[in-house]
């Protein structure tokens, strides 16, 4: 495909988003159909449409509308590429005419107006460089399951299959992929379990729940379990799994497998409680990862977030009702928003008693990861 070619696949997958349809399965079934394009070229447009997204605001002023081929066009004029994808060729979008303004402030940062008072309130000075971060593409980070690896072998095996990665401070486990991101699922260091897909800031939030050997260790909100994982490395833990869909779970097994720990899938948690932790990384806006889901980004609303704070509510509570005397809750959250984080925090130590923060942690794309906010509440 070229270039232009690669221009109006973008456009036509974004008119699609932009009517209601989430863009993952618009470019998977827009891949299956398209088959004259090659990895390169399904690689390409899926850059374009995901950059499209985190800069929605900022390239339609570029590119003079909010449709498809106004993201693209402004796109092209933010790259300096106008002349390469609206070439007027038959395979690609018609020769550009339509102006487009300068962005400036709130449009500039691709920030939602509604939520522009609140992320400055939770950010302070550094408001406006973690917007302008969360605009650029996320790193693709690693973490080195030390059950069967240090981290430079795993960057030296790494490395023999054409892989680059380096240490990066913000998790001892962290390696960030500098060249070849798109090998890793297919070598042979990802599949014996040397590595895992995990963001450093993910990674972070892991190191930092206090845990011992032999404790009785709950991930409440396991996911993919990605961080179940992560606290199954670093100590000899009874582990248990839990997911309000379990279907988030399914790979959870052949992953732990694939890595050389014992997890242990549960539906009822209350069933084997109390437990000495219990991690709640608790659905939430997604504020800090708007890098990797620009999605949600512009679909959340106010009414979204309330909804969204009072199941934190409930989590937590379930949580505290599960915890061993002296042991503790790690609440963490994927956001930015004091709402979701502090002021979630403050709303649990008044509804129990008895209950102190050993700890609090917040990160933003500053530090290089996404965005996490973390309390280890204590149970005294």
Same mark, same amino acid.
């Given at each position: 495909?070229?270039?232009?070619?690669?221009?109006?696949?973008?456009?036509?997958?974004?008119?699609?988003?932009?009517?209601?349809?989430?863009?993952? &399965?618009?470019?998977?079934?827009?891949?299956?159909?398209?088959?004259?394009?090659?990895?390169? *070229?399904?690689?390409?447009?899926?850059?374009?449409?995901?950059?499209?997204?985190?800069?929605?605001?900022?390239?339609?002023?570029?590119?003079?509308?909010?449709?498809?081929?106004?993201?693209?066009?402004?796109?092209?004029?933010?790259?300096?590429? #106008?002349?390469?994808?609206?070439?007027?060729?038959?395979?690609?979008?018609?020769?550009?005419? #339509?102006?487009?303004?300068?962005?400036?402030?709130?449009?500039?940062?691709?920030?939602?107006?509604?939520?522009?008072?609140?992320?400055?309130?939770?950010?302070?000075?550094?408001?406006?460089?973690?917007?302008?971060?969360?605009?650029?593409?996320?790193?693709?980070?690693?973490?080195?399951?030390?059950?069967?690896?240090?981290?430079?072998?795993?960057?030296?095996?790494?490395?023999?299959?054409?892989?680059?990665?380096?240490?990066?401070?913000?998790?001892?486990?962290?390696? $960030?992929?500098? $060249?070849?991101?798109? &090998?890793?699922?297919?070598?042979?260091?990802?599949?014996?379990?040397?590595?895992?897909?995990?963001?450093?800031?993910?990674?972070?939030?892991?190191?930092?729940?206090?845990?011992?050997?032999?404790?009785?260790?709950?991930?409440?909100?396991?996911?993919?379990?990605? &961080?179940?994982?992560?606290?199954?490395?670093?100590?000899?833990?009874?582990?248990?799994?839990? *997911?309000?869909?379990?279907?988030?779970?399914?790979?959870?097994?052949?992953?732990?497998?694939?890595?050389?720990?014992?997890?242990?899938?549960? #539906?009822?948690?209350?069933?084997?409680?109390?437990?000495?932790?219990?991690?709640?990384?608790?659905?939430?806006?997604?504020?800090?990862?708007?890098?990797?889901?620009?999605?949600?980004?512009?679909?959340?609303? $106010? *009414?979204?977030?309330?909804?969204?704070?009072?199941?934190?509510?409930?989590?937590?509570?379930?949580?505290?009702?599960?915890?061993?005397?002296?042991?503790?809750?790690?609440?963490?959250?994927?956001?930015?928003?004091? $709402? #979701?984080?502090?002021?979630?925090?403050?709303?649990?130590?008044?509804?129990?008693?008895?209950?102190?923060?050993?700890?609090?942690?917040?990160?933003?794309?500053?530090?290089?990861?996404?965005?996490?906010?973390?309390?280890?509440?204590?149970?005294?």
């Amino acid at each position: 495909m070229t270039p232009a070619a690669r221009a109006a696949a973008a456009i036509a997958v974004l008119d699609r988003v932009l009517a209601g349809e989430a863009a993952e &399965k618009v470019l998977t079934t827009w891949g299956r159909g398209a088959r004259y394009a090659g990895s390169g *070229d399904r690689a390409a447009v899926r850059d374009i449409v995901y950059d499209a997204m985190r800069c929605r605001r900022s390239f339609a002023s570029l590119g003079g509308a909010l449709t498809g081929r106004g993201l693209v066009l402004g796109a092209a004029r933010a790259a300096g590429v #106008e002349a390469l994808w609206f070439d007027g060729s038959a395979h690609g979008p018609a020769v550009a005419v #339509e102006p487009g303004a300068t962005p400036e402030g709130l449009t500039a940062l691709d920030c939602p107006d509604w939520l522009a008072p609140r992320l400055q309130a939770a950010l302070g000075s550094d408001f406006a460089p973690v917007m302008q971060a969360l605009r650029q593409r996320a790193p693709v980070f690693l973490r080195v399951n030390t059950a069967k690896a240090t981290l430079a072998a795993a960057q030296a095996a790494l490395a023999a299959e054409g892989i680059a990665a380096q240490p990066h401070p913000l998790a001892k486990t962290a390696l $960030e992929v500098t $060249e070849n991101a798109r &090998k890793i699922q297919n070598s042979a260091t990802y599949r014996e379990g040397l590595v895992e897909l995990q963001d450093a800031a993910s990674q972070a939030v892991a190191e930092a729940v206090p845990l011992a050997p032999g404790q009785r260790v709950l991930d409440l909100c396991a996911g993919g379990g990605g &961080k179940t994982l992560a606290l199954a490395a670093r100590a000899s833990l009874r582990l248990w799994a839990h *997911d309000a869909n379990p279907r988030r779970m399914a790979d959870l097994p052949a992953r732990a497998a694939r890595a050389g720990v014992a997890v242990t899938i549960t #539906e009822r948690p209350e069933k084997t409680a109390h437990y000495d932790v219990i991690l709640t990384d608790v659905p939430c806006s997604g504020s800090g990862s708007w890098r990797r889901d620009p999605e949600g980004k512009w679909a959340l609303t $106010e *009414d979204r977030l309330t909804a969204l704070c009072a199941l934190q509510d409930a989590i937590l509570d379930r949580a505290a009702a599960m915890t061993a005397s002296g042991g503790c809750i790690a609440y963490a959250t994927c956001s930015l928003l004091a $709402e #979701e984080n502090e002021g979630r925090v403050a709303a649990f130590l008044a509804r129990h008693p008895g209950w102190t923060v050993d700890r609090h942690l917040c990160l933003t794309p500053l530090q290089g990861g996404d965005g996490f906010g973390l309390a280890i509440l204590r149970r005294t």
